[in-house]
């Protein structure tokens, strides 16, 4: 079954899948990680910007209930 997904050349060696492996490893490292990152690093400020706001509603909250 897997084995139609192979090229149909009498020189395709492991080494071929190896390189190519490492190419495409490469082009994500380049490519896609820093996307990756990019919005990592937004989620996790706005993630912290929620908590902030999260808190100070419910000091207010607390402040009234207890007046």
Known sequence: MFLSLL????DFHFTDVLRDWHRDALTFVEKDLPK???LLFVAIILMRIVV???KRMRRLA???QTT
């Open 7 to 10: 090229p149909a050349q009498d």
């Open 36 to 38: 990756l990152v990019f």
């Open 52 to 54: 902030f706001f999260v």
């Open 62 to 64: 607390d402040r009234h």
